[in-house]
């Protein structure tokens, strides 16, 4: 009689602990098309993966990694467009349009760099449909996502100094390459100032720095060399 | 079972074996500093529960005070309150006129029994305890007046099966249960054990008991108890005609031709002892000096056990913590696999997996590349120089 009692017991607990676990499993079958997304997204089969995450959240609109993975795989895709030199306005759109989303979910600081790339490419984007596309609203949002995206940086820089505003460009360009020696393309486009407003003493001084900190780069290389020759040029001419 | 919510068993403190037999093992327990004897039952041996209940309904001095039984892992077992003295197994020869004092409680207790239904059927020197009734006021009037400071203490009712060999009445060979007449030829049996120290019938085997029994009233008794040299006196010659009439109503194998209950037994017993005893001060003083000299005894002193502190170890009943610790160990494993799924499964891992691959596109997306060589000379138009911005991607 005890010893049914003990089994009946134990019978209790081991169907109650098979319950939760099936419970479990079921609740978890989300989990399945996650994986299936992130295993896509890793081999960079980007269009099943967000197939695979969209899925997900038809049934849980608001789950974080869902969308956070349908955002990396919009991003990714967007991206492959970007190397074959046709229009990614519209997939940029997509993309930033999902990070707004993800931003909403996300407590997270985790996605927030690949959003403020994505606002870069958007701006790029658009300037290249249209070059005087308002753009710097998007760069700002960018670098307050993400302040050490200096492409953000770089390209706003660029655009100021469009509209003649030098002396801004100017800062700008002088604290990317205080904070990031390794950036090329602000040593070129700092000392492309001076070049063009016939300052060719800082213009070489800007290349050759970026030279010295990037030997291997061909176009500071080159106008480095372009700057020297000019600048001897200039001393046999008795210019200077 | 016992109607408390607990069991006596849960709340042990110390615990010794006192005597492992063939049916059962008794355990000596202390629970809250009182002394408690169970009896723990052998695979294949149990009581009688229906005979548990009624026993537990007679309140008599000379009856033991069961407590609680039931089952604990399948086994049965039975706790009863200690009685502090001698069983009379190990007392030897008794005087005539204290085996029959003793045997007249002895039938008091089982009478009281009777009117309950009860009949003990398994009387032997074992299942008898005497001990020093320190109370007598407690004790039932009959009990008060022929116990004179004895108290005799019948164990063990309701069991199953014929109990001792050497004290069953020959029905009970024959498998009939327990009733008055087996429990009188029993008596008998035991009577003739306390006074010559020895057992009436010996025999090897259940079929040779059983073969004895039957055919009992061939034994001259009281020329057996001669010839144990006991009774050489002329004193004992008296005794011996005395007894005559308890062999005689007793030591029957037919059941009708022993004496009629026990009401008839005790007038016999009280009719014996008033032509052995000399009188009521004679026999008071005769038991006085008995309980004087059992109490002095090394058997006596060395019966009477010290209430156990500490638990002995391998007793079959007690719960070890240990248990506990494997049965918290078995559901702490089963939680943390649980636990693990859940991770696994609701997405803990793919919180990391995401991130990780985010994290992993982006390094790749804004890892430096050269900036684009131009041709032309530096000019400041933005939209010539769109598509040679220094981009995140890097091919």
């Given amino acids: 009689m005890l010893g049914r009692v003990d089994y009946n017991r134990l019978l209790g607990k081991v169907g109650m602990f098979v319950a939760v676990l099936f419970a479990t499993v079921f609740c978890a079958c989300n989990g399945n098309d996650m994986n299936r997304g992130d295993e896509a997204l890793r081999i960079g089969d980007y269009k099943r993966a967000a197939k695979n995450f969209s899925r997900v959240l038809d049934k849980d609109p608001a789950n974080r990694d869902a969308r956070y993975g349908l955002a990396i795989a919009y991003y990714a895709i967007a991206e492959d467009k970007e190397r074959l030199r046709v229009s990614t306005l519209a997939f940029w759109e997509r993309t930033v349009r999902e990070f707004k989303i993800l931003s909403v979910v996300d407590t997270s600081e985790k996605s927030k760099p690949m959003y403020s790339t994505s606002l870069f490419y958007l701006a790029r984007a658009m300037l290249a449909e249209n070059a005087q596309a308002k753009v710097l609203p998007l760069l700002d949002q960018s670098i307050k996502l993400d302040p050490e995206n200096y492409f953000s940086y770089n390209l706003k820089a660029l655009i100021l100094a469009g509209q003649g505003n030098t002396e801004e460009a100017k800062k700008i360009y002088a604290y990317i390459v205080t904070r990031e020696p390794k950036f090329a393309s602000a040593y070129v486009n700092l000392g492309n100032l001076y070049w063009n407003a016939h300052d060719y003493e800082s213009a070489w001084d800007i290349w050759s720095m970026g030279h010295e900190a990037l030997p291997q780069d061909a176009v500071l290389a080159k106008w480095t060399r372009v700057a020297e020759d000019s600048l001897k040029a200039m001393v046999y001419s008795g210019k200077l | ?395």
């Avoid at chain 2, 029994?213 to 057996?224: G, P, W």
């Avoid at chain 2, 004496?259 to 038991?287: H, M, P, R, Y």
Wanted: glycine share 8%.
């Fill in chain 2, 1 to 395: 079972m016992r109607k408390s919510e607990k069991s006596l068993l849960d709340s042990v403190t110390g615990g010794r074996l006192l005597h492992r037999g063939g049916e059962a093992s008794i355990y000596l327990l202390n629970v809250g500093g009182k002394p408690f004897v169970l009896k723990w039952y052998n695979d294949g041996f149990s009581f009688d529960e229906s005979v548990v209940e009624l026993v537990c309904k007679v309140r008599e001095s000379g009856l033991y005070r069961i407590e609680e039984w039931g089952k604990r892992n399948v086994t049965p077992y039975l706790i009863y309150d200690y009685v502090e003295g001698a069983s009379s197994e190990s007392l030897g020869r008794l005087p005539v006129t204290i085996a029959l004092v003793a045997l007249r409680q002895v039938v008091a207790t089982l009478d009281a029994l009777r009117k309950q239904d009860v009949s003990h059927g398994d009387l032997s020197p074992a299942n008898v305890i005497f001990a020093v009734d320190e109370n007598t006021r407690a004790a039932g009037e009959r009990a008060k007046s022929a116990g004179y400071g004895l108290r005799v203490v019948v164990i063990d009712c309701g069991i199953v099966g014929p109990g001792a060999l050497a004290y069953a009445a020959p029905e009970r060979f024959q498998g009939k249960p327990a009733d008055e007449k087996s429990d009188l030829f029993s008596l008998g049996l035991l009577l003739y054990r306390w006074i010559a120290g020895e057992d009436l019938i010996s025999a090897d085997s259940y079929e040779l008991f059983a073969e004895q029994m039957a055919s009992v009233e061939n034994l001259n008794i009281s020329e057996k108890l001669y010839s144990t040299g006991a009774f050489n006196t002329s004193e004992g010659a008296v005794q011996l005609k005395a007894l005559e009439a308890l062999w005689a109503g007793l030591l029957r194998s037919d059941p009708s031709e022993r004496v009629e209950d026990f009401e008839e037994l005790d007038e016999i017993l009280e009719i014996a002892l008033d032509k052995i005893a000399g009188g009521a001060i004679a026999l008071s003083t005769c038991v006085t000096q008995y309980i004087q000299s059992i109490t002095g005894s090394e058997s006596y002193r060395n019966a009477v056990q010290k209430v156990p502190e500490c638990l002995e170890s391998g007793l079959p009943f007690v719960v070890h913590k240990k248990n506990n610790w494997l049965k918290w160990s078995i559901w702490g494993v089963l939680v943390l696999i649980l636990a693990l799924l859940v991770l696994l499964l609701s997405g803990g891992t793919m919180r990391f997996g995401i991130d990780a691959t985010g994290d992993q596109l982006l390094k790749r997306s804004r890892s430096m590349e050269s900036s684009t060589e131009s041709e032309n000379a530096p000019v400041l138009k933005v939209d010539s120089l769109l598509l040679d911005l220094p981009v995140p991607a890097a091919e």
